[in-house]
């Protein structure tokens, strides 16, 4: 029997490359830390995930560092990685590139270096249990300062492991200079790491500029801003300058008005590397695979070129090369989706606006 798109969509291997640990930490789990700590934080369900009805990224912003005070103990941090693995196997997705934020989980009195055997504990148990691989991208937030982001560097030297392949920074982009941070950057690729950086979500194209010209990084995550842009455009086009997408968070916050209007399709069409990401889909009550099935039902991607870019997800993962042809392989016999008609192509010139 033909299978649905759903069952299609969640048999392709997929891998996630833009996911917030925080973001990630399920309703049930966040209630059960307000209870262990007694937090002053909702404990009903229905009211908990009412405050996820974000009216914008400052009121974002403030519920995710509400969230951020849950992880408290090493243990905290084991059970929500092994939690993300089996969510992620849930879903089809085999490998997941999981940013947190160790500067603000050290407010809460957890060393970095707990934190990392709590992370890893969780990540080889939920390797075992649910066969799905999971690496991790500490970030800083800018606006907290260069020497803030040099200190967690300190760290990362000090307590090294494989599980840790790369280095970011995330939150407002207008609160701080990018050049300041050129050190920090040159710094994490000495010490083996691949780099990232949000730009282009809160900010326009200016901060993915600075990212690529200032910071060198590897990827972009979001980097929606760029459609105001069309050097820009050309520019990620010929240096193969992947985008980490994100569409339903760019819908919750209100950084595009539609799917349909999402400039996913048009950077696509344009020949920019892009991959689907959820950023935080307990926070957007929307996780990888729904990110696929969306992308089909809104008419933006016929199911060959959601296999396009499941495999784009692996190519611009910080894989290396063996583990991610072994990846790609799988996906290259995964068979092509019957059934359902093809969905329609949307116009390019429909979605270059945001
Ligand atoms: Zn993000």
């Keep these: 029997m033909a299978l649905t798109i759903e069952e299609w969509l969640k048999g392709l291997p997929k891998a996630e490359l833009h996911v917030h640990l925080e973001g990630a930490v399920s309703p049930e789990a966040l ?10 934080m909702p404990t009903q369900k229905e009211v908990l995930l009412s405050q996820f009805e974000f009216v914008d990224f400052s009121h974002f912003l403030r519920i995710y560092l509400l969230i951020s005070t849950c992880l408290r103990e090493k243990g905290d941090l084991k059970y929500v990685a092994r939690e993300h693995l ?7 997705v085999l490998y997941s590139e999981v940013e947190w934020t160790p500067n603000t989980l050290l407010k809460n009195g957890i060393s970095y270096r707990d934190q990392v055997e709590g992370l890893v504990a969780g990540i080889h148990e939920g390797e075992d249990a649910y066969g799905v691989t999971m690496r991790l991208i500490p970030d800083v937030i800018p606006g907290e300062g260069v020497e803030a982001a040099s200190a967690l560097l300190d760290e990362m030297e000090v307590c090294r492991r494989d599980e840790i392949v790369g280095f970011g920074i995330g939150g407002p982009e207008t609160d701080y200079l990018v050049e300041d941070f050129r050190g920090v950057y040159a710094r994490a690729r000495d010490l083996g790491l691949r780099t990232t950086a949000h730009a282009g979500e809160t900010g326009g194209p200016e901060a993915m ?10 990827r972009i995550g979001h980097g929606t801003g760029a459609v105001k842009d069309e050097r820009l455009m050309n520019m990620l086009k010929e240096s193969k300058i992947p985008l980490d997408i994100s569409p339903t968070s760019n819908l919750r916050l209100n950084y595009t008005k539609s799917y349909s209007s999402h400039p996913i399709r048009g950077f696509y069409d344009f020949g920019i590397p892009v991959t689907l990401n959820s950023d935080d889909p307990a926070l957007f009550n929307q996780n990888l695979l729904d990110e696929y099935i969306t992308m089909y039902r809104e008419h933006i991607f016929t199911t060959n070129e959601l296999k396009k870019l ?12 063996d583990l991610r042809d072994d990846y790609l392989s799988r996906i290259a016999s995964y068979p092509d989706f019957i059934g359902e008609p093809r969905t329609a192509r949307l116009q390019p010139a429909e979605n270059l606006t945001l």
């Design 310 to 321: 499941a495999s784009a997800s692996f190519e611009h993962s910080f894989l290396p090369a």
């Design 31 to 40: 209630i059960g830390f307000a209870h262990k700590y007694h937090l002053d």
């Design 209 to 218: 500029w600075e990212a690529i010209v200032n910071l060198k990084v590897d």
């Design 86 to 92: 089996k969510q992620a196997a849930e879903q089809g």
